[in-house]
């Protein structure tokens, strides 16, 4: 089974990337994860992005492709994968359809988390983490025992600046205006399973089963 897992900031994507590698045993690739490691490896591709990425420079269209291309080739891959972040242009979904049939593989569902952007504002705006050790808490779902300081090793907790509402709205901005047309065009071509990204996680993940589960693996 082949997924693409679409959703803006906050939607709860890598949660339920999670839960399906778990109950589906295929794994989450991605494009974040994929870049690092091929730089780590020092594979072509992998340097190339290196360059970019040294200079703060987003990396090319061509290269984080090239870099999907090979990854997906991995035996990991033969039973199956989940795409997350990757493709968030047309242009990226058009090489997708163009690599997936030299390697015998096709899209079966992509799975879109839709959330009302208020709620998602509410959801990036409450997170606090902590100076000393990376912990994240949530001043709604996720309170500190005590306020303002983290429960594992009492350090002080801070918004970060990709937290503020101003940054996370000029985010969701940009996925609107870049990725959000994927959902169009995976919705002409039948692919799209939306689903309300509210309630419980689990209540979430038994949504997005339901839609898995209608097509035979």
Same mark, same amino acid.
């Given at each position: 089974m082949n997924l693409i897992l679409l959703g803006p900031p906050g939607a709860g994507k890598g949660t339920q990337a999670q839960l399906i590698v778990d109950r589906y045993h295929?794994?989450? !690739?991605?494009?974040?994860? !994929?870049?690092?490691?091929?730089?780590?490896e020092g594979t072509p591709l992998g340097k190339q992005a290196k360059a970019f990425m040294d200079q703060g420079q987003l990396v090319p269209d061509e290269v984080i492709i090239g870099i999907m291309n090979e990854r997906l080739r991995g035996p990991d891959c033969d039973s199956g994968f989940i795409l997350d972040g990757f493709p968030r242009t047309i242009a990226q979904a058009e090489a997708l359809q163009t690599i997936l049939p030299k390697i015998g593989k096709s899209i079966d569902h992509v799975i879109n988390i839709d959330v009302d952007s208020e709620e998602l504002v509410r959801r990036l705006t409450g997170r606090r983490t902590c100076q000393n050790c990376g912990a994240m808490f949530h001043i709604l779902f996720h309170m500190p025992k005590q306020e303002g300081m983290c429960d594992r090793c009492g350090g002080t907790l801070y918004q970060r600046d990709d937290d503020k509402e101003e940054t996370i709205r000029t985010r969701l901005k940009e996925y609107q205006r870049q990725t959000a047309p994927l959902i169009e065009y995976y919705q002409v071509k039948n692919l799209l399973r939306s689903i309300r990204g509210v309630g419980s996680q689990g209540q979430i993940f038994e949504s997005i089963a339901h839609q898995l589960d209608k097509t035979p693996r």
């Open positions: 295929i794994p989450q !690739i991605s494009t974040g994860d !994929i870049l690092r490691a091929a730089v780590k």
